[in-house]
């Protein structure tokens, strides 16, 4: 079965450059959730889309943009890249009016601020 | 969404029953149970979830109080690939933009 597809899986970038992460969400999924997780820590929620509409917002940073496009896929910008930025990046896809099968999220981005 | 309480770890037996409980005391009425389990740096894995009904599927069971106010997750048969952090979440289903809200989850080791 067709997973959640997350590019780069690794990526490494120096202080105050800009780091673009795509996600791609199983076929049919109508809404797309991003969360990025810090060494030891909890997922922690950034923002969701919901039909390529913004539904919620987290703790996103103001460096931070995200949107979802025609095909459904999702891009997360970030940037001015800080040395806390470096975490897992994980995007989640799911089907509203299916949710028994709840979310479904990639094997994540790593991203490395040096 | 309603807060809920695990343990911080839980040792279980390679082969015997794991027993994760929950406490979400002030769950309420269209709240639902979520269980999901994350792999040392993998992405979060769903298991399964319920209103107040007990379920079961492929991988584990889940049994909720009649008062609603705190679940047990039932692995039947612990293997070494189990170990993971489990979380416990409740929920409004059938929302969108309600997104899951990781925290406080229980590091489950299952050892030989």
């Known amino acids: 079965a067709a997973g959640v597809i997350q590019s780069p899986r690794h990526l490494i970038k120096e202080k105050r450059e800009t780091a673009t992460l795509k996600c791609y969400p199983i076929?049919?999924?109508?809404?797309v959730y991003w969360y990025q997780q810090g060494p030891g820590q909890d997922p922690q929620f950034l923002i969701s889309f919901y039909e390529k509409m913004q539904s919620d917002k987290g703790s996103i940073p103001d460096r931070f943009s995200a949107q979802q496009f025609s095909d459904y896929h999702s891009e997360l910008n970030m940037s001015s890249l800080e040395l806390g930025d470096s975490a897992l990046y994980f995007c989640?896809?799911?089907?509203?009016?299916?949710?028994?099968?709840?979310?479904?999220f990639g094997s994540g981005t790593r991203l490395t601020v040096v | 969404d309603a807060k809920t309480t695990q343990p911080t770890s839980m040792d279980c037996a390679e082969g015997r029953a794991a027993n994760l409980p929950c406490n979400h005391s002030?769950?309420?009425?269209?709240?639902?149970v979520y269980w999901y389990r994350q792999i040392h740096s993998q992405g979060p894995q769903y298991i399964i979830h319920?209103?107040?009904n007990n379920e079961t599927n492929e991988m584990a069971s889940l049994i909720i109080t009649e008062d609603r106010k705190s679940s047990t997750l039932i692995l039947p048969h612990a293997t070494l690939r189990d170990t993971a952090v489990y979380y416990c979440i409740v929920r409004v289903a059938y929302n969108a933009g309600n997104m899951l809200t990781f925290g406080g989850g229980t590091r489950l080791m299952v050892k030989p």
């Open positions: 002030t769950i309420s009425g269209n709240e639902y």
């Open positions: 319920g209103l107040k």
């Open positions: 989640a896809s799911s089907l509203v009016r299916r949710e028994r099968y709840g979310y479904t």
């Open positions: 076929p049919r999924h109508d809404t």
